[in-house]
Structure formats: structure tokens, C-alpha cells
């Protein structure tokens, strides 16, 4: 009988122990978020909390961290730039002027555009930063064990092209611009197959008001460097098809039905397969895969800008410049979509921000025939992507910004998009693209990349 | 005109309920929990005559379009789709008490039917109503697909000329070849009852991926070409009278397969991606969309109120066509415009065994067509046809003119070939010059006569077409010029619009459309001349 109890309480005991242990090892990074969050009384704030402190979002959390070396939040605290800017603030064009000066520091680079939208400066795309706490962001428990296998085959041959890769981060510990980019071009969708529908261009003239939308299903699939729906890490039978994407416009009626099947091929001298279907033709159509410089749909957005980037890497003379290495102000992880109201005269944008650290990496383009002169970057240093973006056009003026908007599963440490704001400053106009994704589906067949998809769609 | 009135109304109700139902986000309503989609347009357009257009400054055609495009989700592999039209032509109404309106719409062949009974496509006189414009069932399988309906099939790479656009005749009584061609035809083809079945087998042989096997059948209820002329219903858009003598009338008699399990059309296409190569392989047994002329004598009558005494009578026959042919499309990447951008090639053929033929003689002159010459009793010749395209599509960066889009350049050489060809064939009978009209009697078969000048079938003829388009102001303005030229005939035919796209619901667009050649005898692109017009075009589109 003594016996039996003992048993049992020793059951008892290995039962909650780790849940115990689990409770008691929340690690600062998390910690440092729960507390504020419970702060604020803001319910939104600590349902959040929690999502970014469960078990599984905190070994995988740990799990980064011990692999990179650091996490974001660790750098930051370390930071004491700008000590006004701090979580629970709301700046709005109301507040700017008494942070200011402090803001202006934490965006630098250029990346003060921001300050200006606060301002209302130039065309004018108004804005409120919900100052929150920095998380440790991370990529998917995929990227992490595919790294772990390959990175240590990669390198860059002399012309910095990108050798032995076959899934992962080809250089989780950069040490270059160019590996940087490699970096981000190997993340391409950040998960084996993305899906958004619907996926919708607000588009917004000048005077900030949204004169027309456009919407889109979109399926996007890796062929190769796949790490967590099988099969992986590539596709048998397509070894030199590195991705492939589909779209089908659903709106407006004269876009409606237009369907395309895009096929990104592995090899560098090789140019995209980019096959449509074009409903008054009511017939399948080639369009010339090399032609991305024009905007995508009537937004602000060409196929150069999707993903970071279009053109292969080796296709462009590029020089990759890490300027800083810098803790910056970034959009936040927002946990719900963007907020988008008519206020102070335009189309105000209200969404998190928290400090990040981050790389500034400058691409710079010697081809005077290529849409830009320069990138400029603010790329995360935990998850290799980048946050803000700059395009300078081909004489070097400032022309377009891109504020990325992500979102974050702790969990999976699946990192995807709510959408992303696209803001022409020449032109005066502005593309909000809203998504609607769904990661890793693992019902996702070849049938919704190739010619069956376009005669499928035939009207 | 109490009954178009109505119907008027009719449509304007119904546009407007259809608008209010609709959300900004387009017409998606659960219907027994599936989704049904409701969308669709409504147009109106006026254009002008110019040049020397006999209507020229007046109002030539004022098309009025509601087209109404809705599908349902029966099952998860079922689903029904439909495109419902109304089209009329309000001209009728804004010109009817106009003169020279009433002289173009009633020759002296035309006058025996009106084309004013055509005003509004759901009159049964116009064969057959677009209430119903198409509807199909279509079936998603694993391997297999099918679309059970009336539809339009297409195939062939070619804009402009279809060359293997083949399986549905189109329409061309409104702006002849020019009211659709720069969008593909959409509009003026022709639908059919067909069943289309298509195979996926998933297999790669060869290397070759997306193999897909498409099968026809229309079970015989077969349809034309739609132009007006010979004592069609006539009209502004019929193409003119031909010259004749003064005492001679043609009579046209049309002699169209009615449906039939005798009249089936059958055809399969193989398509399929072998290192970037798209290719198709097609083939096509069906009847002939233009008709030959059947001569069915001359004959003598009791002068009509026209004053003519002679008639020469014709029947409109259809022939079968048997077509084999390819096309190929590849992005040539290797070429590049200043290292930015490559050509896309589009190659397309075609190969006719024993196509039919109008038959002149072994000389022009000889009018074996007629019936009439005792030296030429052969009327039709057969001659195998080879028809090939070949295009090249570049977007070109001219940021000189354009700072943020490309210009879109899509270029095509035409090249239509009889091997066999022997003697002359011509495309159309009837073909005597103006200055007959003051001849009693048409020559006679077999002499030299300064009144033949007939549009002949020429052994090689060549044509080439030239799009151009490109984008401004976030893609909101779009401009358009479509050029074609026949080498033959140097005859010449354009479309430039200019479309707005501001907003996402109205979609007004001005354009000109001209064609020039030889009108009197009316050779190739010389047919229309007359009707030369500048147009306006408002769509509210939902």
C-alpha cells in the first residue's frame, strides 16, 4: 500500500514537473513581454503574451537563440538610443514634434520617411507607431534543423554567386552584404507553399483616398530548398524548378479571370517561364518572363519588388553594402491586421512598432538600364528579412518606400505577411496590399501550377 | 417601337436591380450554401463616319450592351457557368427619320428585308437569340475535365487573322473584323453547343510536361460567319451592293446545313511544355464558317419594282474542312533589348487538305462561277491550303515616353499558301467594277471585259499586323494601336483607342477604326472603307 502511494506520487510529480519546470524557465525575452502586456490591461496585449510564451514557442525560441548567439531582445536592452521611444507610447501626428528629434534617431538612413508621414510632410500617407516591447522573432523549427544540415555547404564562387545550397539559411552568421542577400533570396516565402485569397491591392491616388481595388487568389510553391511539407527538401522529378507561383484575379470585372502560372527555373541563365490566361482572348498566352519592371496589376509594386527582390541575384552588376549594423524602429509583429482609417486628412495607418536589430544593406545597381539605383534596407538580424524598404530610383532619387507588415505564429515560428504598404512619392500614390495566407498547406498539388490551372480557369 | 421601348426599360430595371444587389467586392451570394457570382457589364456606344465615309460627321452605329456573366458552384467538382447578352443598336432610333440613313439600310437588294428587324439580337429573324449567349456544365476531374454546353473554343496563337481559331464562326455585322480583334474576339465569336473533354494523363514522356489531350464534338448544330451582304439583311455594316448592270439582280440563296447528327464537327488538340517550348498539335474536321457560291442559274422575271429583269442566283454552300496544324511559343531568352527584356517567338500553322475555292477559270474573265460558260462548267476547285504566322511579342523600356511601363510591341507576319494552286479562284463573286452599272448585261463568260476585277485568291498572299500598347498613371490610362496590311492587296485596316481606368467601375474609351483598299470592286480590307468611324465608348462595368 506504502508502496503504491509512493508510486503514485512520484507519477504525480513527473507529471507536472516539466510543466513546472516550464513555468518557472520562461526565459527574459518572453518575460520581459508577459509583464508588460499585464501592465497595460490590455486584453489584446496579453492574449498575445501568451501566444509568444507557450511551451513550443519557447523551446523553439531557446532553440534559435542557442544556434545564433543572441536574440533581439538581449541587443536591444543593450540600446540606449533615443530612451523617450519606449513601449506604451502612441505617437500620432497630434504628438510628433516632442519626439521628434528622437524618433529621427532611431530611423535612420533615410528610413525617417516615417517621421515625415507623422509630419505630414510631402504626400501625405498619415500614420500612429503603437510603441510595444521587441520580441525574439524567429524563423520556422524547418529553417533551423535545414541550416543546421546545409549551411555549412554553402559559399559564394568568385562572381559571389551562391554555391551548395540545398535548404535552410545558406549564412546564418553573415558576414557580408552579399550573404545577407543570399540570405533573404533562399527565405523567397518564408515556408514551403503560400496562400492568399484573397490577396488585395487597395490602391490609393493622391490625395490618400483608395480609388479602385484589385484582388487576387495567390498560391506560391518551393520546388526546392523545402523544409517541412513533404516532400523535402525538394520536389522529385522538377530539379531544376526552384519555386513556382499562380494568381487568378477575382476583381474588378475587366482584371477578373486573368490567371498566370509563374515558373522560377534554378538555373541562373535561365529566364522565367511566365505562361497567363487571358480571358477576352479566352486563350493561353505567353508574356515574356524577363520583363520585371512593370508594376504588377495598376499597383505601385513591379515583379523587382516582390519578395524583396525578382531578377536573379546573378543577373544585375549589384554591389551589397552593409552600411550599419544598428537597433532601428521597425513595424512590429502585429497580431491583428493593420488598422486603416480616413484621419488627419489621408489614410491613416495604425500598427506596432517596436525597436529591432537590424543591418542596413544597401544594394546598389550598375546597370543603368535596371529600374533602381539603389535599395536600402533595415534587414532582421533574427530573422533575415527585411522590414522597411527604400527604392531609389535609376538617378538616385528617393522614389518609393515598402513598410512590410508582418505576422508572426510562435508556435511554428512561422513568419508571414498581413500585407505591406507601398508608397510612391514621386508619382503620389500609394498600393496597400491586405493578405489573406494560409502556410504550408499540405493539400497543395501540381495542379495549381501548370497549364491544367489556365484551361481550368478558361471563361 | 412600343415593344423596344419596353424592352428598353426592361433592360434599365434590371441593370439597376443587378447594380444595387452588387458589393463593392463583386456579386458573391450563398445560394444552399454554395457560392454563386454575379458580374458583368453594361455599354454604350456611338460612332461617327469619317473620311469618305458616306455617313461621314453623322451617327453610323450606337451599340447599347448588357452582358450579364454569373456561375454557381453545384458540387466541388460541378459547376454551372453562363454569359447573358442584349445588344441592339439605338441608331435605328436616333437616325429613322433621317434620309440618308433610310437610303443606306434600303438598296435595292437590301430592301426586301430590312436590317431594322436586327435592331435587337433577341429577334428570332436574327437566328437565334444571346439571351443565352453561352452556358456550360463544367466537370473537374482527376484525369479528366469536361465542359458540356455552348461555348466558344479557342485555339491558335494569332491576333488579328485566326488562322487556327477554327472551331467557332464569328460575327463580324458590327465594325466588320475590327470590334473585338485587338481583344481577342471574345465578343463576336460565335458560341456553339460542343462537349469538350480533356485528359491529363500526369505523365511526362520525352521530357514533355503538361500534357493535356483536348477533344471536340458538336453534335451538328453548326453555325456561319455572320456577314451582311447579297441581299443579307442589310444595313450600315453589310458590305455594299455589288456593282451591278442595270437590268441583272443577284439572287443569294442560302443553303446552311440545318442541325444534323450528319453535320458533327469533331477535333483534337495535344498540348503539351517541352523545355520551355509550348506546343500544341490540332486537328479539326468540321464545316466551312464562309460558304462558296453554287451557281444555280440565270433566269428571267417580271421587272420589280427595281427595274431589273435578270436574275444570275447563287447558292451559299458549306464545305467540310479537314485542318491539321501546330503552334509553338517560347520566350527567347537569349536575345535581350539593352539587357533587360527578351522576345516572346509565337509560331503558328496550319494545313487544309482540299480546301474549296470560288472558281474564276484558268483566266480571269472566264466566270466559271456563274454556271454560264460552256468552256469553264467547273464552278469550285479544290486546293490544299497551308496558312502559317509567325510573331514576335517584346516589351520594350522607352523611358524616354514613358517613365514606368513598357511599351508592348507584338508583331506578326502572315503567310497563306496553295502548293497546287492552278488557274484563278476569287473570294467572292460579282466582282465588276462601278462603271457596269451602265451596262444592261454583265460581259460575257469567257471574254476579257474591262468590268472584271475580281478580289483574287492569290497563290502566296502575306499579310503582317503590328499591336502596340502601353500603360500610363498606374495603368488608369491605356492607349492601343492595331495596324494590319494585305501585301496583296495593299489594303490597310487600323484600331487606336484610348481606354480610362480610373475607379473600379467605369471604363469610358474613345477610338477610331478606318480600313482603306480597293472599294469598288471591294478587295480585302477596301470592303469597309466605307465605314471609316471614330467611336465613344462608356462601360459601367459590375
Redesign the interface.
Known amino acids: 500500500m506504502l508502496i503504491r502511494l509512493i508510486i503514485a506520487a512520484l507519477a504525480l510529480v513527473l507529471c507536472c514537473a516539466p510543466q513546472v519546470a516550464a513555468d518557472e524557465k520562461v526565459p527574459a525575452w518572453a518575460q520581459q513581454w508577459i509583464d508588460w502586456a499585464q501592465s497595460t490591461n490590455n486584453p489584446e496585449f496579453i492574449e498575445w503574451s501568451k501566444k509568444i510564451s507557450t511551451p513550443k514557442a519557447i523551446q523553439l525560441g531557446n532553440e534559435w537563440e542557442e544556434f545564433l548567439g543572441y536574440n533581439a531582445v538581449d541587443i536591444v536592452a543593450k540600446d540606449k538610443t533615443a530612451p523617450n521611444i519606449k513601449p506604451g507610447l502612441v505617437i500620432t501626428p497630434e504628438n510628433v514634434d516632442q519626439y521628434e528629434s528622437e524618433l529621427r534617431e532611431l530611423l535612420p538612413y533615410g528610413f525617417d520617411y516615417n517621421v515625415d508621414r507623422l509630419k505630414q510632410t510631402g504626400y501625405n500617407t498619415p500614420l500612429e507607431m503603437v510603441i510595444v516591447p521587441t520580441h525574439h522573432a524567429y524563423q520556422d523549427r524547418g529553417y533551423l534543423e535545414a541550416t543546421k544540415k546545409y549551411a555549412k555547404n554553402c559559399k559564394l564562387d568568385d562572381k559571389g554567386n551562391l554555391q551548395g545550397w540545398v535548404a535552410g539559411i545558406p549564412f546564418p552568421h553573415p558576414t557580408s552584404g552579399v550573404e545577407m542577400a543570399h540570405n533573404y533570396d533562399r527565405l523567397t516565402i518564408m515556408a514551403d507553399n503560400l496562400n492568399s485569397s484573397p490577396c488585395e491591392f487597395g490602391?490609393h491616388g493622391s490625395n490618400g483616398k483608395r480609388?479602385?481595388?484589385e484582388?487576387i487568389e495567390l498560391h506560391w510553391r518551393n520546388y526546392q530548398g523545402r523544409i517541412k511539407v513533404d516532400p523535402f527538401p525538394n520536389i522529385p522529378?522538377k530539379e531544376d524548378v526552384l519555386e513556382k507561383g499562380s494568381i487568378v484575379a477575382?476583381?474588378?470585372?475587366?482584371l477578373?479571370g486573368f490567371a498566370a502560372v509563374r515558373t522560377r527555373f534554378k538555373a541562373d541563365?535561365?529566364?522565367d517561364?511566365?505562361?497567363t490566361y487571358?480571358?477576352?482572348?479566352?486563350?493561353?498566352?505567353?508574356?515574356?518572363?524577363?520583363?520585371t519592371?512593370?508594376?504588377l496589376?495598376?499597383?505601385?509594386l513591379t515583379w523587382e519588388d516582390w519578395k524583396g527582390w525578382w531578377s536573379k541575384m546573378s543577373q544585375h552588376d549589384t554591389t551589397y553594402e552593409v552600411i550599419d549594423e544598428v537597433v532601428m524602429l521597425c513595424p512590429s509583429f502585429n497580431p491583428l491586421p493593420v488598422q486603416f482609417k480616413d484621419k488627419y486628412g489621408g489614410w491613416n495607418h495604425r500598427y506596432q512598432w517596436e525597436r529591432r536589430p537590424v543591418w542596413v544593406l544597401k544594394f546598389t545597381y550598375n546597370?543603368p538600364?535596371y529600374i533602381y539605383k539603389h535599395r536600402i534596407w533595415a534587414l532582421d538580424k533574427e530573422g533575415f528579412h527585411p522590414r522597411m524598404l527604400i527604392y531609389n530610383d535609376?538617378k538616385g532619387r528617393f522614389w518609393k518606400y515598402f513598410n512590410i507588415h508582418w505576422r508572426f505564429n510562435p508556435d511554428e515560428g512561422e513568419t508571414d505577411y498581413w500585407g505591406g504598404t507601398m508608397v510612391d512619392v514621386i508619382?503620389k500614390?500609394m498600393s496597400i496590399l491586405v493578405h489573406t495566407v494560409v502556410l504550408n498547406m499540405t493539400n497543395i498539388t501540381e495542379n495549381l501550377f501548370?497549364?491544367?490551372y489556365l484551361?481550368?480557369k478558361a471563361? | 417601337m412600343k415593344t423596344k421601348k419596353c424592352l428598353s426599360l426592361i433592360i434599365f430595371v434590371a441593370a439597376l436591380q443587378l447594380l444595387c444587389v452588387q458589393t463593392?467586392?463583386?456579386g458573391d451570394i450563398d445560394i444552399f450554401g454554395r457560392n454563386f457570382h454575379i458580374?458583368?457589364?453594361i455599354e454604350q456606344e456611338f460612332g461617327i463616319g469619317v473620311g469618305n465615309n458616306k455617313a461621314a460627321g453623322r451617327i453610323q452605329e450606337a451599340y447599347s450592351t448588357l452582358q450579364v456573366?454569373w456561375?454557381y458552384q453545384l458540387t466541388d467538382k460541378i459547376s454551372l457557368?453562363s454569359i447573358n447578352r442584349l445588344t441592339g443598336d439605338l441608331a435605328y432610333d436616333i437616325n429613322s427619320d433621317k434620309d440618308w440613313w433610310q437610303k443606306r439600310n434600303h438598296t435595292p437588294a437590301q430592301r426586301t428585308v430590312s436590317r431594322e428587324k436586327n435592331q435587337w439580337e433577341w429577334q428570332n429573324y436574327d437566328q437565334g437569340t444571346e439571351i443565352i449567349r453561352e452556358i456550360y456544365l463544367d466537370i473537374?476531374l482527376e484525369k479528366w475535365?469536361f465542359r458540356i454546353g455552348k461555348q466558344?473554343i479557342?485555339?491558335?496563337?494569332t491576333d488579328g487573322l485566326r488562322l487556327m481559331d477554327i472551331v467557332n464562326p464569328q460575327d463580324f455585322r458590327r465594325q466588320f473584323n475590327l470590334y473585338?480583334s485587338d481583344?481577342?474576339?471574345?465578343k463576336s465569336?460565335i458560341p456553339l453547343w460542343i462537349i469538350k473533354a480533356?485528359y491529363?494523363p500526369n505523365w511526362?514522356p520525352f521530357g514533355v510536361?503538361?500534357l493535356?489531350y483536348e477533344f471536340i464534338v458538336n453534335l451538328g448544330k453548326t453555325r456561319s460567319n455572320r456577314l451582311e451582304a447579297y441581299q443579307g439583311s442589310g444595313g450600315m455594316w453589310a458590305a455594299n451592293e455589288p456593282n451591278l448592270p442595270y437590268l441583272v439582280r443577284a439572287e443569294i440563296i442560302d443553303k446552311r446545313p440545318g442541325t444534323s447528327s450528319r453535320n458533327m464537327e469533331y477535333g483534337l488538340r495535344i498540348?503539351?511544355?517541352w523545355n520551355?517550348w509550348?506546343f500544341t498539335l490540332n486537328g479539326f474536321y468540321g464545316l466551312e464558317h464562309d460558304p462558296y457560291l453554287r451557281p444555280a442559274g440565270l433566269g428571267l422575271s417580271a421587272p420589280d419594282s427595281d427595274g431589273r429583269i435578270l436574275s444570275l442566283a447563287v447558292e451559299k454552300r458549306y464545305a467540310w474542312k479537314r485542318i491539321i496544324g501546330f503552334t509553338l511559343?517560347?520566350?527567347l531568352?537569349w536575345i535581350?533589348f539593352?539587357?533587360?527584356?527578351?522576345?516572346?517567338l509565337?509560331v503558328e500553322s496550319t494545313f487544309q487538305l482540299g480546301k474549296t475555292f470560288i472558281f474564276e477559270g484558268d483566266k480571269v474573265g472566264d466566270m466559271a462561277w456563274t454556271g454560264l460558260n460552256p468552256a469553264s462548267p467547273v464552278y469550285k476547285r479544290q486546293f490544299d491550303e497551308i496558312r502559317t504566322m509567325i510573331g514576335f511579342?517584346?516589351?520594350i523600356?522607352i523611358?524616354a515616353l514613358n517613365k514606368?511601363?513598357?511599351f508592348f510591341f507584338s508583331a506578326q507576319f502572315f503567310l497563306f499558301y496553295l502548293p497546287n494552286h492552278t488557274g484563278e479562284t476569287v473570294n467572292a463573286p460579282f466582282y465588276f467594277k462601278n462603271d457596269v452599272k451602265s451596262q444592261p448585261a454583265p460581259p460575257i463568260p469567257g471574254t476579257r471585259s474591262k468590268y472584271n476585277d475580281p478580289w483574287r485568291v492569290h497563290k502566296t498572299q502575306k499579310y503582317c499586323s503590328l499591336g502596340i500598347n502601353t500603360l500610363y498613371d498606374?495603368?488608369?490610362i491605356d492607349p492601343y494601336v492595331l495596324f494590319l496590311y494585305d501585301f496583296e492587296e495593299h489594303a490597310f485596316g487600323m484600331k487606336a483607342k484610348l481606354t480610362f481606368?480610373?475607379?473600379?467601375?467605369w471604363?469610358p474609351q474613345i477610338g477610331y477604326i478606318m480600313w482603306t483598299g480597293d472599294h469598288d470592286t471591294g478587295k480585302s480590307f477596301g470592303l469597309f472603307q466605307k465605314n471609316s468611324e471614330m467611336y465613344v465608348k462608356i462601360m459601367y462595368?459590375?
Open positions: 490602391l480609388e479602385r481595388v484582388k522529378g477575382l476583381y474588378p470585372y475587366d477578373r541563365d535561365v529566364e517561364s511566365f505562361v487571358i480571358p477576352s482572348m479566352r486563350r493561353i498566352r505567353r508574356l515574356a518572363g524577363s520583363n519592371q512593370d508594376p496589376v495598376g499597383s505601385d546597370d538600364n535609376a508619382n500614390h501548370n497549364l491544367r484551361s481550368s471563361h | 463593392v467586392f463583386g458580374n458583368g457589364y456573366e456561375s457557368y473537374m475535365s466558344q479557342v485555339w491558335g496563337e473585338d481583344e481577342g474576339y471574345e465569336r480533356m491529363f511526362e510536361r503538361d493535356q498540348m503539351g511544355d520551355n509550348i511559343n517560347r520566350e531568352e535581350k539593352m539587357g533587360t527584356t527578351s522576345p516572346v509565337r511579342d517584346w516589351n523600356y523611358r514606368r511601363e513598357s498606374n495603368k488608369r481606368k480610373y475607379g473600379s467601375h471604363r462595368q459590375f
